[in-house]
């Protein structure tokens, strides 16, 4: 029998370009936590604030409807919805060296689901059915919360309209998140604190 039953392993020598890419992965997650934490930060203060909810839903439909818009794929929808909006001037994606997708900004539930799966290589008609049906639980949701109108028309077919609110949302978030990665380009300390603290 060895002597060392513990199971435990030696830890290999790590090479000078193990160690940077460990850097640049740490980095990369930390950013996504930090995002994901300024989105959740600015829905409760800017959206969320106060106990307000719309009249209409009671308490667990409200809870339904605000875990809903703090999920990931939730800021996807709304980050697109907004870029495609009137709110973002053709001008400031060109400077940003984004295209918008949708020129005439007419977006529905179907053609953003359509777009997500093309950029995610999804066939599958099932999975693009899951799609769409989440992309239209979020726009109940954001509807619900302002963040979101409809035209009163049939429900595949209606638009998903950008809110000034959605607009203010969408900057106080993502302006915070231009900082943090500035930050990180300019090589400042940003891996001591994920979450940002009071920035």
């Not at 890419?21 to 604030?49: C, P, W």
């Not at 605000?66 to 990931?72: F, S």
């Not at 607009?167 to 300390?189: I, P, R, T």
Request: proline share 4%; glycine share 6%; hydrophobic share 40%.
């Amino acid at each position: 029998m060895p002597d060392d039953i513990s199971g435990s392993q030696s830890v290999p020598e790590r090479l000078p370009e193990d160690v940077q890419s460990a850097a640049s992965a740490l980095i990369a997650a930390t950013g996504l936590i930090r995002m994901s934490y300024n989105f959740i930060e600015s829905l409760n203060r800017i959206v969320f604030f106060d106990d307000q909810h719309p009249p209409e839903l009671d308490l667990k439909a409200v809870i339904a409807a605000q875990n809903k818009l703090r999920t990931e794929f939730a800021r996807e929808v709304l980050t697109f919805v907004w870029k495609e909006s009137g709110f973002v001037p053709s001008e400031a994606a060109e400077l940003a060296g984004i295209e918008k997708k949708f020129t005439n900004g007419q977006i529905t539930k179907n053609g953003l689901a359509k777009k997500i799966c093309n950029v995610s290589e999804i066939t599958d008609l099932d999975k693009f059915n899951a799609i769409r049906t989440d992309i239209g639980r979020i726009s109940n949701a954001a509807e619900a919360f302002g963040l979101l109108e409809h035209d009163d028309i049939a429900e595949n077919a209606r638009p998903l309209t950008a809110t000034l609110k959605l607009h203010e949302l969408m900057m106080d978030c993502h302006c915070k998140n231009a900082e943090f990665m500035n930050s990180l380009v300019l090589g400042s300390d940003a891996l001591d604190d994920p979450c940002g603290g009071d920035s």
